[in-house]
């Protein structure tokens, strides 16, 4: 089976003026065919999220008439524009909706779903959409709507601006993502209003940016992040909050915007595979958002020097939102229109600079996690996940069933680059149940196409093996299918392990069954609130790859060696001391790992060179 969100590569799809042309051309045949009577564009099956959707549309009309003047845009444009002022702005106190902090104001509002009292608790990123839609449509109304309906919509606008900051609690959903969209909302409607109105406005949304949102990023991996649904990133919402970002930098020129879109953007490059695979994240595990990511991959690509572009997108929404028959919905659109009005163009080719959590090069990339240890090893189109033992996850020795990942200090890592292959050493100190301190080191080296990876530990009781990873998904031409099928030679025995029992607390990958959906079933909250990354915490065992020590280690360790990727040659590393120093030798390379305590400074000492001479 097929994964069915990780699709192809965000940067394949074309971005010229005339690709963009031909969109918005779809678009107005569309709505056209669609428009009833009263100007609605909703798409007919449209129930939630549906607010701001015909709206939607009506930028794109709007877009599309700047563009093109096609003489038919004007009066859709009018009449559906009518449409949503009339009979999508609403004013009385949604029944329910608990996020209130006055009751009665009489502000406007847009509704996640028409129904009063029927899911009301999206009503905050509805209204955000909504003024988004509302902007968009006023940088476009001149020529295009008469003065009394331009002057109408822009005193919606501005009272959805209140009601989001004044009416209701600030970003109820701590979902970045909704924020960020709300303070872009008060940026670009600023621009509207007179001096006297619009710079409190830009004002107040500068210091709700600092204090409620920047004021409260989480960090992982090294980078402070803004939080989304309760955790640091999540690889659905994580990008477009980048492109909201980038919206906010465009039309501010705040510098913070920037900075933090940059951080952002390191760390997803970090994290993403080579063939555009990630998952992750407080709200969805492993689900891809598309066009609504284009902007701000694009956009900071461009500053931070990097092929985000590469990140695999849903290209069912590849150019805007559609429901299940194919038809346009209007979700979202303002993100289409400041895709279009941006000039940026892709960066692709990958940076060059080493980065902590990342080893990459050619089609080989191993993304760390927080503590070192992989999170996502990918090499020959396969991907690899933490494996779970005894409710323990991660790549790393095994012994007596405890998994040796978790530090006991502070972990060290050295990068070096030579001869055409580039490696990473992570160094980490760790304590088994034996309560013994032990030093872990961990040897990732690539030519591009192969990863070689030396665990190298002192010598452990019982029958240690190393934990390979979880055969997960493998590339299939432009989608991700499931397997179960590793690419793995190990210098030592090779176990391929699936759990027994079949309930949700173990993962065996030969099911159809997905990561994300076997998170969901463990999450504490229903799908769509829980969060999947805690949920699958919960998980017991699964699928696992376990490699025995190889043989030939100095007496004192345990030396395990996998090398992922092609080839079936057997694969034999020899392994000497040289001083105090573990020299590896492959038939690709040699490394000499240091001995724990490293150079003056105590950082891990590493060479490398080609071939099997040191």
């Excluded at 559609?322 to 346009?328: E, L, Q, R």
């Excluded at 980490?428 to 030093?439: A, C, E, M, Q, W």
């Amino acid at each position: 089976m097929h994964l069915p969100h990780q699709r192809g590569p965000l940067h394949d799809l074309p971005d010229t003026p005339e690709a963009y042309d031909a969109v918005l051309a779809d678009v107005t045949e569309q709505a056209l065919a669609r428009m009833t009577p009263e100007g609605n564009l909703e798409h007919p099956d449209c129930v939630d999220d549906i607010g701001d959707t015909s709206l939607g549309v009506t930028s794109l009309l709007a877009l599309a008439w700047q563009r093109g003047k096609d003489p038919r845009l004007p009066d859709a444009v009018r009449r559906s524009l009518a449409f949503h002022l009339d009979e999508r702005v609403y004013t009385e106190d949604n029944p329910g909706y608990p996020n209130l902090r006055v009751r009665n104001s009489g502000l406007p509002y847009a509704r996640y779903t028409l129904a009063a009292g029927a899911h009301p608790i999206g009503d905050w990123p509805s209204t955000v959409w909504a003024l988004l839609q509302a902007v968009n449509v006023l940088d476009a109304a001149e020529g295009l709507v008469d003065d009394a309906q331009r002057a109408r919509l822009l005193e919606v606008a501005h009272g959805y601006w209140r009601w989001l900051t004044e009416a209701t609690f600030f970003n109820p959903q701590e979902a970045g993502n909704q924020a960020i969209g709300c303070i872009v909302g008060g940026l670009m409607l600023a621009r509207h209003l007179p001096p006297a109105e619009g710079d409190p406005v830009r004002r107040e949304a500068l210091r709700l940016y600092e204090e409620k949102i920047r004021a409260h990023r989480v960090r992982d991996r090294g980078a402070l992040l803004p939080p989304e649904h309760g955790g640091a990133y999540d690889n659905n919402y994580g990008p477009i909050s980048l492109s909201f970002l980038a919206q906010a930098h465009r039309v501010s020129g705040a510098e913070v915007f920037a900075e933090d879109g940059d951080a952002l953007a390191r760390y997803i490059d970090a994290r993403l595979t080579n063939g555009g695979f990630d998952n992750g994240g407080p709200r969805y595990s492993e689900q891809h958002s598309a066009f609504e990511s284009v902007l701000g991959l694009r956009y900071f690509s461009a500053r931070i020097g990097s092929d985000l572009g590469r990140y695999r997108g849903d290209s069912r929404w590849a150019r805007h939102a559609v429901k299940a028959d194919g038809g346009v919905d209007g979700h979202f659109a303002w993100m289409l229109v400041w895709q279009i009005q941006d000039t940026t163009r892709w960066h692709r080719a990958p940076s060059t600079a080493p980065a902590r959590h990342q080893l990459r090069a050619g089609t080989v990339s191993v993304a760390f996690d927080d503590r070192m240890t992989p999170a996502l090893v990918e090499a020959a189109g396969t991907y690899y996940l933490p494996a779970a033992v005894n409710r323990q996850h991660g790549f790393g020795p095994v012994t007596d069933g405890f998994l040796l990942t978790r530090p006991m200090g502070e972990v060290r890592v050295r990068d070096v680059t030579a001869d055409g292959l580039a490696a990473k050493l992570v160094t980490k100190p760790v304590v088994g149940r034996d309560h013994v301190l032990r030093h872990v080191r961990s040897l990732y080296v690539t030519d591009g196409t192969s990863l070689w990876t030396t665990v190298a530990v002192e010598r452990l009781p019982g029958a240690p093996y190393l934990l390979a990873g979880l055969p997960y998904a493998a590339d299939d031409g432009d989608r991700v299918r499931r397997t179960a099928e590793p690419r793995l030679t190990s210098a030592g025995t090779l176990r391929l392990t699936h759990p027994g029992p079949d309930d949700p607390h173990h993962f065996d990958a030969r099911t159809d069954t997905t990561q994300e959906q076997a998170a969901f079933a463990l999450a504490l909250d229903p799908r769509g609130y829980g969060n999947p990354d805690e949920g699958w915490r919960h998980l017991v065992a699964s699928t696992a790859l376990e490699a025995g020590p190889a043989p030939g280690a100095p007496e004192d360790l345990h030396v395990f060696a996998v090398r992922y990727g092609p080839g079936d040659d057997e694969f034999t590393p020899a392994f000497e001391r040289e001083g105090t120093a573990l020299v590896v030798r492959t038939e690709a390379f040699t490394a000499v790992v240091g001995e724990v305590a490293g150079d003056a400074n105590a950082e891990p000492e590493l060479t490398l060179s080609c071939g099997t001479d040191a």
